[in-house]
């Protein structure tokens, strides 16, 4: 026959107390839980809110914001610049290479390149850098004559 334990046994009498998590503050604001609190008699906080939903001019300060990035921050970026442009066209073209394969080869998208050769990119040194190392002609600084 098994043994039965043969130390004193014990019963511990300490509440054990389980709390309830808070609600969330989404569901504090969900209609059907305010209407059930309602129903429910607990209390419900509302709060009025001043000129809630009003169309109104937004405070001065919000213009004052606007002005100040206006003036600190030009409106246009550059673009690329006709000769640059030209550039880039003339020596792909003299090495008979697409867009496509341009852009593979400097590790672009082809959209890139098409964007240089529109002139609607603004100019970023490291991609003009790697299509000088590819195409074999100056692209950034002053050329000389």
Known sequence: ???????TVTQ????????KS???????????????????GAQVQTVKKFDAG????PPATA???RKLDEAAEPAALDRV???????IQKARIEKKMSQAELAKQIN???RVVQEYENGKAVPNQAVLGKMERVLGVKLRGKAHK
């Open 54 to 57: 009003a169309n109104k001019k």
């Open 1 to 7: 026959m098994p043994s039965r334990f043969s130390g």
């Open 81 to 87: 610049g006709l000769e640059v442009r030209q550039a």
């Open 12 to 19: 511990d009498w300490e509440p054990v107390v389980i709390h």
């Open 63 to 65: 213009v004052n914001v």
């Open 22 to 40: 808070k609600p969330k503050t989404h569901d504090l604001r969900d209609p059907k839980v305010v209407n059930q609190a309602l129903r429910s």
């Open 108 to 110: 672009e998208l082809p």
